[in-house]
């Protein structure tokens, strides 16, 4: 089983649309999460960080639960400039684990 | 700010042939991590850094890889001898302290024929 899982997509939705990824993570020492987000043949960027109670910003919310160990990212009002993939990062330590990444692709 | 700047951008090799990847953290980050990205498998860590001094290598897939930190502003990552099947995407990656946001370098893409 992998550390970190992902529904690897490809998301194809219309501009405007509401979209919610999901992750798992397997350790349960894990510390702290992130959502981080990668265009075509660049180099990931940190999109947020989540928070046990949850937070938001702007269009983006990030949950986690930590009994059922996951971690879910929702994007309200999908821009064109949304679509990239989004890759859930688990931190263990000195650790940064990242999943494989859900592809989003926003239609116009 | 300079970020994490990585050389060279591309790399094109035969196989056989040796490779050295190199990597500048951001200036007062003492933890730097090389991650090699695939398709098939993602981002996976190679080697993490902890002021200069390899943490953990658990990650590099062979004794062909090695990796050296000879001070708090250079990193290398080489390959010898290079095979096709470590072609990949090498990030270098640095953070200040053991947690928060971690600052990529625009990675080093390598095509090994």
């Known amino acids: 089983r992998k550390e970190v899982e992902q529904d690897p997509g490809p998301f194809n939705v219309p501009e405007g649309a509401t979209v919610a990824f999901n992750c798992t993570y397997s350790?349960?020492?894990?510390?702290?999460f992130f959502w981080y987000r990668q265009d075509c043949r660049k180099e990931p960027k940190l999109l947020m960080s989540?928070?046990?109670s949850g937070n938001e910003d702007g269009r983006f919310t990030a949950q986690l639960n930590r009994a059922s160990q996951y971690i879910s990212l929702l994007i309200r009002d999908s821009k064109l400039s949304d679509s990239a993939t989004y890759l859930c990062?688990?931190?263990?330590?000195?650790?940064?684990?990242f999943g494989t990444g859900t592809r989003l692709k926003v239609l116009a | 700010d300079a970020g994490v700047i990585q050389s060279p951008r591309h790399e094109v090799t035969e196989m056989g042939q040796e490779v050295t990847l190199r990597c500048k953290p951001i200036?007062?980050?003492?933890?730097l991590f090389w991650y090699r990205q695939t398709m098939m498998r993602g981002l996976e860590l190679l080697i993490y850094?902890?002021?200069?001094?390899?943490?953990?290598d658990s990650g590099m897939p062979e004794d062909r890889f090695s990796a050296k930190m000879p001070n708090a502003s250079f990193s290398t990552l080489k390959i010898q001898p290079s095979e096709p099947r470590d072609s990949a995407v090498y990030f270098c990656?640095?953070?200040?302290?053991?947690?928060?946001?971690?600052?990529f370098g625009e990675g080093s893409r390598l095509t090994v024929l």
């Open positions: 990062v688990v931190n263990v330590g000195y650790k940064y684990i």
């Open positions: 350790n349960s020492a894990s510390q702290s």
């Open positions: 989540v928070y046990s």
């Open positions: 200036s007062g980050h003492n933890s």
């Open positions: 850094f902890n002021n200069n001094v390899p943490i953990d």
């Open positions: 990656a640095s953070i200040r302290g053991g947690t928060g946001e971690l600052f």
